[in-house]
C-alpha cells in the first residue's frame, strides 16, 4: 500500500515535468492560444513553441509560472552556426526562457564534432542564462554515437541533452534514456521527447532518469491521472 501511494503522489506531479508542445507546421496562433491556456489550466512546467510564436506565447504566459521553450534549427538542425545563434537570440530578446536547438547531425556523422561543439557553446552563450537543451536525435545515432553526442553537449556547456525533435524515424526510447543516464550521470539534465503519449510512459522515463518530458498530450495525461485511485 504505501508503494501505491507512492506511485500515485508521484504521478500527480507529472505537470511539473511536461513541456506542453506544439511544433506542427500548420500550428495556428488560435492554437497556440489554445495551448498557453491549457498549460496554465495545468500548471504544466512549459509550453515548447516553434520561434515564431515566441512573442504571442511570452504575451499569454507572462502573468504565470509556466515557461515558454523555443525550437531553434528545428526539426533538422541543418542551419548555419550564425542562423541558430541569431534565432536563438532572437527568442531570448522576445521572452523564451529555454531553447530547445537541434544538434547539426550531418556535421556530427561527418566527423566534425569540433564544430557541432563549437556551434552549441556559441548558442549556449548568446542566451545568456536561459537553459539550452540540445537534441541529439537519438533514432539516427548508434549507442557509440549517443555516448559521443552527449559528451560534445556536456563540454559545449548546455544544460540538458534532448533525445528527439519528433520529427525523425523515431521518437524516445527507454533503452536510450537509460544509455545517456548511465553516461551523463548528473552532470547534465535529460529531456525525453517524441511518441510520449501516456502517464504510464511518462512516468517510465521520469523512473529512467528524465528531468522533463515533451509531449503534445500533456492534457490527456493529466485528465487519466483524474481517473486514478487513490
Known sequence: MKNLKAKHKFMTSL??????TLLKASATPEDILK???EAQLY????????SCYVHLASNLLKESDVKVAATVGFPLGAVSKKGKVSEAK???????DEIDMVMNLGFFKGDLQKSVREEISAVKKAIDDAVLKVIIETCELSPSEIKMACSI????????????TGFGTGGAALEDVRLIKEYVGEEIMIKASG???SAPSAMQFIEAGVHRI??????SMME????TPQ
Open 15 to 20: 505537470n511539473t515535468f511536461i513541456d506542453h
Open 35 to 37: 495551448l498557453c491556456s
Open 43 to 50: 500548471n504544466f512546467h512549459a509550453v515548447c513553441v516553434n
Open 90 to 96: 532572437r527568442c531570448v530578446k522576445e521572452g523564451a
Open 153 to 164: 553537449v556536456i563540454k559545449a556547456g548546455a544544460d540538458f541533452v534532448k533525445t528527439s
Open 195 to 197: 511518441g510520449i503519449r
Open 214 to 219: 515533451g509531449t503534445s498530450s500533456g492534457v
Open 224 to 227: 487519466s491521472l483524474k481517473k
